[in-house]
């Protein structure tokens, strides 16, 4: 029972490049959370996506930042032109059928902006 | 005030060694409450959830205070295995029951 999967799991970027970052939820899981973590600060809530849908958006940056979770696939942050201050770890978590505080973590995508 | 605020550690013991963190939240309307335990370059992985009446699983003890906005977790015993960062994570509950709130975490490390 494979959890949630995130990829790649180490990204370095340089300033102005797009970063892809790709969530899988668990198996019969349909909502996907994305949190940040940037270096010795707690975990902050990004976006709450269930298929097709973006749910809470709350958490995004105004500007670079987009997520998406299509019908086939897995979700995807992206971040536009990045810059230094966006080196953090991007944490995917996913939840079953109804949106919860029961999330489960994948192993996150640590990115490097040099 | 921090919406999570925790000890900010570092905490090192001995092996054997009973080891409390303490957190507060801000938000009043908050629900739900757990203990996390974060491997350094890890995700985050529940250890309890905290409940009104206590709760203990093994070694682990939690308590939640919620007059006083104040959360515990004890560790009792305390092993080589547990060295690793808490977190204090609170449910944002301003309508949102998904929106978790994270402390910045208390780095334990335990010594032979």
């Known amino acids: 029972n494979a959890g949630v999967m995130q990829n790649p799991r180490h990204l370095v970027r340089r300033r102005g490049q797009e970063a892809r970052l790709r969530c899988s939820p668990m198996?019969?899981?349909?909502?996907v959370y994305w949190y940040r973590q940037l270096p010795e600060e707690g975990l902050k809530f990004m976006v709450y996506l269930q298929k097709e849908n973006i749910i809470d958006e709350s958490g995004m940056p105004k500007e670079r930042f987009s997520a998406e979770f299509p019908k086939e696939g897995p979700s995807i942050l992206r971040i536009q032109q990045v810059v230094r201050g966006d080196s953090a770890a991007y944490f995917c978590a996913s939840s079953p059928g109804l949106p919860s505080d029961e999330q489960y973590f994948g192993p996150g995508t640590r990115l490097t902006v040099t | 005030r921090k919406e999570v605020e925790q000890d900010p550690g570092p905490f090192n013991v001995p092996e054997g060694a009973t080891v409390a963190f303490n957190c507060t939240y801000s938000n009043s309307a908050s629900q739900s409450f757990f203990w996390y335990r974060q491997d350094c370059r890890k995700e985050p992985k529940l250890l309890m959830s905290?409940?009104?009446s206590g709760n203990e699983d093994g070694r682990f003890t939690a308590q939640l205070n919620r007059a006083s906005q104040y959360i515990s977790l004890l560790i009792r015993d305390s092993k080589l295995s547990d060295s690793a960062t808490y977190l204090c994570v609170v449910n944002d509950s301003g309508g949102s029951n998904y929106k978790l709130t994270f402390g910045k975490g208390t780095l334990l490390t335990v010594n032979p």
């Open positions: 198996k019969g899981h349909s909502h």
């Open positions: 905290v409940y009104s």
